[in-house]
């Protein structure tokens, strides 16, 4: 053992503010070849053993009793850029340095141990082995042995007997003689499906506009520039095909790609494109996984085997040696957000990534999200790449607004319109698919007039305001509450509804309605099983069903070429969220539903039912006019001061007792308003008041949100909070959970 170092600099993998430092550890003679920057380790903590990861070498200051790594993990399981990574993820999302290698790792972590494998290569070739076969005719169970092991390289002992069809005593027996040479590997390594190749070039041929916005990310490619490019394309105008020519460019540079896509259920459709593309050198990695499926695939990119990765938000964290290119699909979607544990976000953590390596950043959408189109149009290092048309020109579909207010009038309380009624039966005559969409969320209420279809808000914060079952109506932003009243205020109907409606409830009724038509439905409960997904969509695809009835999974990315109609149910459904970004999902996913329609030879038509058909973001989406939308949207945000023009930080408070997370609440604002006084940081407290979601799972939730023109200033803020709270235990009992820049506010 070294006695005066240099020692290793570990992490102890430990979620705690106090131990989120370096420890110094001695590296006994029998590891140093072992220990390096980037390996776990075994170390000695108190009186427990816990895992670590070395991030240096160096000599401790002051005289510390110095302990020594007792174990090697990993020889090295993390690079230096990873490393920066795991430091800057613990800065920005406020968590410490251990959650976030494990967020990192966690393919890798999820597997206990290493999976060794030892594997089997004929040491003889050519002549040599033809020689000593003929020595083996007295022994043909060991020559065929030896000559399944040239035939088949790389099996275990069990494989090779029984592709022999000899016992692992003969097997072993070569071993022995020196015939064999016994490789120690981790894996196995998975069986990727035989790909289907592409005719020609390896892809259509791309429109002069897809041309026109490849150049300019090949370009960075080449140069090994680090950039980001936001490419604005409506619905079918081909955005996928330039994802897959620039990951070929990555390649071409001897680079690595990776694409992300919002929702596990578009994997299965993505990976066909892929692996017909790129064959074997795709790796899968999403949470449908088992945690031994994700391993394989994650130890497949390690290995420098797999340099293209397809998957969802924690494909982002993929270690690759020689990132090129990050493709964010969709880059819109809420579901690029962590919502538990480390709240990080994929773009963020892309860029920051990108930044590190030189590598190229594409955020790919028909409805990019407020803060990545403002950072496209100021400059900066966001480039803004537009696709304004579909491919060969077709046709964006024809949308009709339906005013369910009208509906009612008429005397019509059922679920579907005559209109939407109607459209469907002429397509199901023609033989043609439906797509039906409700985004329905159990816990997403609101209180409408029926007559008129006002939505009663907030009066300071221009949310829909949410009816608890006290009977009362709340703002979960400023806790403003009022009574749930028995009229309209504005026209006095008595028709005032907390409304709902799930695609359960859709779907019985299609049934009803639509008696000869094949039915599926896609949501959070008929996907539950491994594959159910790829199930669904493919049974839809193939025809053995007439229509598709789903949430958002089906909004968006899907390429449905026989649908030829879109029925939403009900656009209010995401438009009265009690969140300020309502009018802005609302505009996407009926953007992104719309575009759903008419992707092949037969033009498209959408039906949108809602109570509020003059709403801005139903206008903009009816009339595919982003731009139109952008303006409105913006100003609201501007005179409310709400991102982009701020940043937001919610404290989330939990505790058993209702009572308590209530007074831990009210304490924490007196902690943040002292902290405030101190300091010159701009930053407005909003709340405390009860959560939207008031309970989950026996706790009680109630949060704070604070508002501030600069991160920074928010980080400040939390920070000096979180000094105060680590001394103010046990007075303060609630569990505290801290999202910056939340993407939701349930």
């Known amino acids: ?129 033809e020689k000593v076969l003929e020595t083996m005719a007295r022994s043909p169970k060991q020559a065929a042995v030896l000559r399944a092991s040239v035939n088949c390289p790389g099996l275990t002992r069990g494989e090779l007997a029984k592709v022999a069809k000899a ?187 990108a930044q590190l390596t030189g590598a190229v950043v594409v955020l790919g959408s028909a409805t990019p999200s407020l803060e990545t189109q403002l950072k496209a149009r100021t400059g900066g290092i966001y480039r803004l790449l537009e696709l304004p048309c579909r491919i060969d020109h077709r046709p964006l579909p024809a949308v009709r607004v339906v005013d369910m207010r009208q509906e009612l009038k008429n005397g019509n309380r059922g679920i579907f319109s005559l209109a939407l009624s109607k459209a469907v039966n002429e397509c199901l005559e023609r033989r043609e698919q439906v797509l039906l969409f409700l985004n329905r969320r159990g816990y997403a209420t609101f209180v409408v007039c029926r007559e008129c279809g006002l939505v009663l808000k907030c009066p300071r914060c221009d949310i829909s305001l949410t009816y608890h079952q006290d009977g009362r109506l709340r703002c979960h932003y400023c806790n403003y509450t009022t009574l749930s009243p028995g009229r309209c205020p504005d026209c006095t109907s008595r028709h005032i509804r907390h409304f709902g409606t799930g695609t359960q409830k859709v779907e019985e009724e299609a049934k009803r309605l639509f008696e000869q038509a094949g039915i599926v439905r896609m949501d959070s409960d008929t996907t539950t099983r491994k594959g159910s997904h790829e199930r669904i969509l493919s049974s839809f695809r193939e025809g053995d069903a007439d229509i598709l009835i789903g949430t958002q999974m089906v909004a968006k990315g899907l390429d449905l070429p026989n649908v030829t109609l879109v029925g939403v149910i009900n656009a209010d459904t995401s438009l009265h969220m009690p969140d300020f970004r309502a009018a802005e999902r609302t505009f996407q996913l009926l953007t992104q539903v719309a575009g759903r329609a008419g992707r092949g030879d037969i033009p498209g038509k959408v039906l949108v039912q809602t109570y509020t058909p003059d709403h801005y973001s139903i206008v903009a989406a009816a009339s ?123």
């Open 167 to 353: 016992s692992l005593k003969t097997v072993e027996t070569l071993v022995e003689k020196g015939l064999l040479e016994v490789v120690v590997a981790e894996g196995p390594l998975p069986r990727v499906p035989p790909a289907k190749e592409l005719p020609g070039n390896g892809g259509p041929q791309l429109s002069r506009e897809q041309e026109q916005v490849l150049n300019p990310i090949a370009k960075a490619l080449e140069q090994s520039q680090f950039g980001v490019f936001l490419l604005h394309g409506v619905t079918g105008s081909g955005k996928t095909e330039v994802y897959l020519r620039a990951i070929s460019a990555a390649l071409k540079a001897g680079r690595q790609g990776v694409a992300m896509v919002p929702e596990i259920a578009l994997t299965p459709q993505m990976i066909e494109l892929f692996r017909a593309r790129f064959g074997g050198k795709v790796a899968v990695l999403h949470s449908a996984l088992s945690g031994r499926e994700r391993y394989d695939e994650w130890l497949r990119v390690k290995r420098g085997e797999a340099p293209v990765v397809l998957g969802t938000r924690s494909a982002v964290f993929a270690p690759l040696s020689r990132p090129g290119l990050f493709v964010l699909d969709e880059e819109h979607e809420t579901t690029y957000k962590q919502e538990d544990h480390l709240r990080y976000h994929a773009r963020e953590v892309a860029l920051k990534r």
């Open 1 to 129: 053992m070294k006695e005066n170092g240099p020692f290793a600099e570990i992490i102890v993998d430990l979620n705690t503010k106090k131990t989120d430092r370096v420890f110094h550890y001695a590296v006994p003679l029998e590891f140093e070849k072992h220990v390096s920057v980037g390996s776990r380790v075994l170390v000695p903590f108190g009186s427990r053993k816990l895992a670590g990861y070395v991030v240096g070498f160096g000599v401790p200051q002051g005289r510390f009793k110095i302990r020594s790594i007792t174990g090697v993990l990993d020889a090295q399981i993390f690079t230096a850029e990873m490393l920066e990574l795991a430091r800057w993820m613990a800065d920005s999302y406020l968590c410490s340095t251990a959650e976030a290698f494990q967020r990192i790792l966690s393919p890798r972590l999820q597997v206990k141990g290493s999976r060794v494998v030892k594997r089997l290569y004929p040491l003889l070739a050519g002549t040599e082995l």
């Open 624 to 746: 595919h006019d982003y731009e139109g939308f952008y303006r409105s949207e913006m100003r609201v945000r501007r005179s409310l001061g709400y991102p982009p023009f701020s940043h937001l930080a919610r404290l989330l408070f939990t505790h058993e007792d209702e009572d308590e997370v209530k007074k831990g609440a009210l304490l924490a604002k007196e902690y943040l308003t002292k902290v405030l006084v101190n300091t010159n940081e701009q930053v407005d407290i909003l709340g405390p008041a009860p959560a939207t979601l008031s309970k989950i799972k026996g706790r009680y939730r109630w949060q704070l949100v604070l508002k501030g023109s600069r991160r920074n200033s928010l980080k400040q803020v939390i920070k000096e909070f979180l000094d105060i709270l680590e001394n103010s235990r046990p007075v303060f009992k609630p569990i505290v959970n801290i999202d910056l820049n939340p993407q939701g506010m349930m």
